[in-house]
């Protein structure tokens, strides 16, 4: 069963620089959907909140392989529900550590603002180092894959490994389709079926997103969360060009956040060392859609690092 922290709750907290969830009823529609989506997920073999400079890390351990661990990091309004389909795939590959990104909604429980770029990678490098002695592979999917290249550009040395799946603001900005994602995200009285729709573009209308329990968790947090962040910045080619880790990036040619080939051959020439690919098939939902192709690819490629059991 899942436990829940003193999160930031009500009106208290607006003016404070820092996420926090606008009203009880909405921390509580939140809650449950949280609830309801960690009831799809494998045992946690551990649960630690993990003090920071700048808030409360939630994170969990699930599987105790052997190997460096692979730690997720989930897109903008997603927390560790979102990795239902992923994580029994993952943890066949390498013990796997999740965390709920601070100042998103989520578990998390920020108590200092966040202001530029260097601050985010110093909670994570904080949570990080609290959690692991060694450097640990990384992979993040949409806002989550800029987060761990963030982490690697400022701490280098915590990082064994980059994965990232459609993820934006690395290599290039978004489309306008993107753009009013964003927006729906932040405008609280936004009809849930305007909400709902953004949601969709995002999946390429797949499934409603309130017919999964992920979707309805996104749905809560964009409604019901209030978020004080930086403006994303892009980190700059020569941030880019010097990254020495190996680095697998993986683009969705359905995704709605970018032009996905051309970010795929910059991709390529500025990191020649890294392993850039455009699956066609995909959308920005790409976690959820492909988790044995995810799974397999990632197998792969860490084992090309190191291979499993070491």
């Known amino acids: 069963m899942v436990e829940f922290p003193e999160c930031n709750v009500g009106p208290n907290f607006k003016g404070k620089?820092?996420?926090?969830?606008?009203?009880?009823?909405?921390?509580?529609?939140?809650?449950?959907?949280?609830?309801?989506?960690?009831?799809e997920l494998p045992?946690?073999?551990?649960?630690?909140?993990?003090?920071?400079?700048?808030?409360?890390v939630r994170a969990y351990r699930f599987g105790t392989g052997a190997g460096t661990p692979l730690v997720l990091l989930p897109?903008?309004?997603?927390?560790?529900?979102?990795?239902?389909?992923?994580?029994?795939?993952?943890?066949?590959?390498?013990?796997?550590?999740?965390?709920?990104?601070?100042?998103?909604?989520?578990?998390?429980?920020?108590s200092k603002a966040l202001t530029d770029e260097a601050d985010q990678a110093a909670w994570l490098s904080e949570a990080l180092q609290a959690l692991e002695s060694r450097p640990v592979h990384v992979l993040g999917v949409s806002i989550g894959g800029w987060a761990a290249v963030n982490l690697a550009v400022?701490?280098?040395?915590?990082?064994?490994?980059?994965?990232?799946?459609?993820?934006?603001?690395?290599?290039?900005?978004?489309?306008?389709?993107?753009?009013?994602?964003?927006?729906?995200?932040?405008?609280?009285?936004?009809p849930d079926k305007a909400r709902n729709r953004l949601l969709g573009w995002i999946s390429g209308g797949v499934r409603a997103p309130q017919e999964l329990p992920e979707g309805q968790l996104i749905a809560?947090?964009?409604?019901?969360?209030?978020?004080?962040?930086?403006?994303?910045?892009?980190?700059?080619?020569?941030?880019?060009?010097?990254?020495?880790?190996?680095f697998l990036g993986v683009f969705a040619g359905r995704s709605i956040v970018h032009r996905s080939r051309r970010l795929a051959a910059k991709a390529r020439k500025l990191l020649p060392g890294g392993q850039f690919e455009v699956w066609?098939?995909?959308?920005?939902?790409?976690?959820?859609?492909?988790?044995?192709?995810?799974?397999?690819?990632?197998?792969?490629?860490?084992?090309?690092?190191?291979?499993a059991g070491n």
């Not at 620089?17 to 009831?39: I, K, L, M, N, S």
């Not at 992923?86 to 998103?104: S, W």
């Open 220 to 246: 809560s947090g964009m409604k019901d969360f209030a978020a004080y962040l930086p403006v994303t910045q892009q980190p700059s080619k020569q941030q880019l060009t010097a990254l020495t880790v190996p």
């Open 75 to 110: 897109g903008r309004q997603a927390a560790t529900p979102l990795w239902a389909a992923n994580l029994p795939g993952l943890m066949a590959v390498r013990p796997v550590i999740t965390l709920d990104l601070l100042g998103e909604p989520g578990l998390s429980v920020q």
């Open 154 to 190: 400022h701490h280098p040395e915590q990082v064994a490994s980059l994965i990232t799946f459609d993820a934006p603001f690395v290599f290039g900005g978004v489309t306008w389709k993107m753009i009013l994602v964003s927006l729906g995200a932040v405008l609280p009285g936004m």
């Open 17 to 39: 620089r820092v996420g926090y969830f606008r009203e009880t009823a909405g921390y509580r529609r939140y809650a449950a959907a949280y609830r309801d989506g960690f009831a």
């Open 43 to 56: 045992s946690v073999h551990e649960t630690v909140d993990v003090p920071t400079s700048f808030g409360t």
């Open 280 to 307: 066609p098939e995909a959308s920005h939902a790409i976690n959820g859609e492909f988790p044995k192709e995810i799974a397999d690819r990632v197998a792969q490629f860490l084992d090309g690092i190191e291979p």
